[in-house]
């Protein structure tokens, strides 16, 4: 206990070196002199200071320095170690610290005051300024961990790929995908079914076989056939028109159209018109188109009705009037019924005729057939020239007939003969074939009328 007392003795002194008091320097002082006069006091002395009045009177500093320290010692735990820093930094702070080491406890209040400054002046409040961010703490940041993309495997296993896991849905899509295969073949077949229905391969041969010199239009014919019958729904009817000179075969091919379509469709669904015979100069032109539209009408409606393809030929279409070809124009258009659309129309016209009797003559080469690169071009020349004549002719399957040679009308007067029961002579058919006009080109010999001649030059026998 006098230890103690000698320390705050020191205390003391060196606070008033210091020059700084706390408001407890008169409570202190008055402390002393009342046990300075207990002391002289009769029955007092040395004893009288060590009463536990004296004892309680000094214990109070110390309770309030231990009250201080531990304050402090709170505080510095609660603070960051920025906070500490910068208390450390401070003067105030610094002037604490010396006087809690001092022990007066006048300054705790002050002390707290000033921590609670400092701890407010460093609070964190949100703001939209990144500007003044704290910067982060070692623990906040998270290192980013490179992956390695290699698969390791352990030493004592055998390396080897997963196993494959047979799917269901494989088999699904399998078993789908033969039955859309079925389905098309099926449609395949069902379209062969329909060109055998019309026997195209037939017709094709007949017309070959009974028709000389013009092998590129059958074939033109043929493919427009075969591809427009292959179906029976369709979002136009096929319009083709035998185009050139006289004599060549455009009327022989549309008569064996007819005849083969009868037999395959029947009588009822195949119109073969003639101008001159249906609708002559003398008739009406109203009666001709309401007479030609009413028949293609019924046809077209029946037809539906049994699902069949009518066939309408329409010979010498360059001797109708424009009041007709302009009804007929319209059986042509898109905009119609279903019934209008499935319709096959032949067009027989002698119109553009000297235009290709022209180009070939113009375009003569060693091999009897047109090059396609030829017959393309003709084409290209030849349709202008029938717009021309008519609008109708620009949205139809143009097949020009061309010239036939000196050996097709020999062909012509041998079938002829052997159709009217005449022998055929080779010296007499030579006789005939020679009889006749021809455009000669180098070794080549064109027929200006074609095989036109042969039916009267055989009667004549």
């Known amino acids: 206990m006098d230890g103690f007392k000698g320390e705050l003795n020191k205390d003391m002194e060196q606070r008033s070196i210091s020059g700084y008091w706390?408001?407890?320097?008169?409570?202190?002082?008055?402390?002393?002199?009342?046990?300075?006069?207990?002391?002289?006091?009769?029955?007092?002395?040395?004893?009288?200071?060590?009463?536990?009045?004296?004892?309680?009177?000094?214990?109070?500093?110390?309770?309030?320095?231990?009250?201080?320290?531990?304050?402090?010692?709170?505080?510095?735990?609660?603070?960051?170690?920025?906070?500490?820093?910068?208390?450390?930094?401070?003067?105030?702070?610094?002037?604490?610290?010396?006087?809690?080491?001092?022990?007066?406890?006048?300054?705790?209040?002050?002390?707290?005051?000033?921590?609670?400054?400092?701890?407010?002046?460093?609070?964190?409040?949100?703001?939209?300024?990144?500007?003044?961010?704290p910067p982060l703490t070692r623990s906040s940041k998270r290192k980013k961990r490179s992956r390695n993309p290699r698969v390791l495997y352990p030493g004592s296993t055998r390396r080897y790929m997963p196993m494959e896991q047979k799917s269901k849905a494989k088999r699904c899509l399998l078993l789908l995908v033969a039955i859309v295969c079925f389905q098309i073949l099926n449609a395949i077949e069902n379209l062969d079914d329909n060109v055998l229905k019309y026997d195209l391969d037939g017709l094709e041969k007949t017309m070959h076989r009974e028709v000389f010199g013009q092998t590129v239009a059958i074939e033109s014919i043929m493919a427009l056939l075969k591809d427009y019958l292959a179906t029976h729904i369709h979002n136009k009817p096929l319009v083709i028109s035998f185009n050139g000179p006289s004599g060549v075969g455009k009327s022989h091919v549309g008569w064996l159209l007819a005849k083969h379509f009868r037999s395959v469709v029947g009588h009822s669904f195949v119109l073969h018109y003639f101008t001159m015979h249906h609708c002559p100069d003398d008739a009406s032109s109203l009666a001709c188109q309401l007479d030609l539209s009413e028949k293609i009408s019924d046809m077209v409606t029946q037809a539906e009705i049994e699902e069949k393809i009518p066939l309408f030929i329409l010979d010498e279409v360059e001797l109708m009037s424009p009041a007709l070809l302009e009804t007929l124009s319209r059986f042509f258009l898109t905009n119609q019924t279903n019934e209008f659309l499935n319709a096959v129309y032949i067009l027989i016209s002698k119109a553009g005729g000297k235009e290709i009797m022209n180009?070939?003559?113009?375009?003569?080469?060693?091999?009897?057939?047109?090059?396609?690169?030829?017959?393309?071009?003709?084409?290209?020349?030849?349709?202008?020239?029938?717009?021309?004549?008519?609008?109708?002719?620009?949205?139809?399957?143009?097949?020009?007939?061309?010239?036939?040679?000196?050996?097709?009308?020999?062909?012509?007067?041998?079938?002829?003969?052997?159709?009217?029961?005449?022998?055929?002579?080779?010296?007499?058919?030579?006789?005939?074939?020679?009889?006749?006009?021809?455009?000669?080109?180098?070794?080549?010999?064109?027929?200006?009328?074609?095989?036109?001649?042969?039916?009267?030059?055989?009667?004549?026998?």
């Not at 006069?37 to 500093?61: E, F, H, N, T, W």
């Not at 170690?81 to 006087?99: A, H, Y």
């Not at 003569?364 to 393309?376: A, C, G, I, M, R």
């Open 22 to 133: 706390p408001q407890e320097k008169t409570g202190l002082r008055s402390a002393q002199e009342e046990v300075k006069m207990d002391s002289r006091k009769p029955g007092g002395g040395a004893a009288a200071v060590k009463c536990p009045q004296k004892i309680s009177l000094l214990s109070s500093p110390v309770r309030a320095i231990i009250r201080l320290r531990r304050t402090a010692h709170i505080l510095k735990k609660g603070l960051s170690p920025t906070e500490r820093r910068t208390l450390q930094g401070d003067p105030q702070s610094k002037l604490l610290q010396r006087q809690i080491s001092l022990g007066k406890a006048k300054l705790g209040s002050a002390s707290a005051s000033v921590l609670s400054q400092a701890s407010f002046e460093k609070a964190q409040y949100f703001t939209f300024d990144t500007s003044a961010q």
């Open 359 to 461: 180009f070939l003559l113009q375009n003569v080469s060693t091999d009897p057939p047109l090059p396609q690169s030829k017959v393309e071009e003709l084409l290209t020349s030849l349709r202008p020239v029938l717009s021309h004549v008519h609008p109708l002719w620009g949205f139809v399957e143009i097949v020009p007939f061309v010239l036939l040679e000196k050996n097709h009308v020999q062909s012509c007067f041998y079938e002829e003969m052997m159709s009217e029961g005449i022998y055929p002579e080779p010296s007499h058919i030579g006789s005939l074939v020679s009889q006749l006009s021809y455009y000669v080109k180098g070794e080549r010999q064109f027929a200006m009328m074609g095989c036109k001649q042969v039916v009267a030059a055989v009667n004549l026998l």
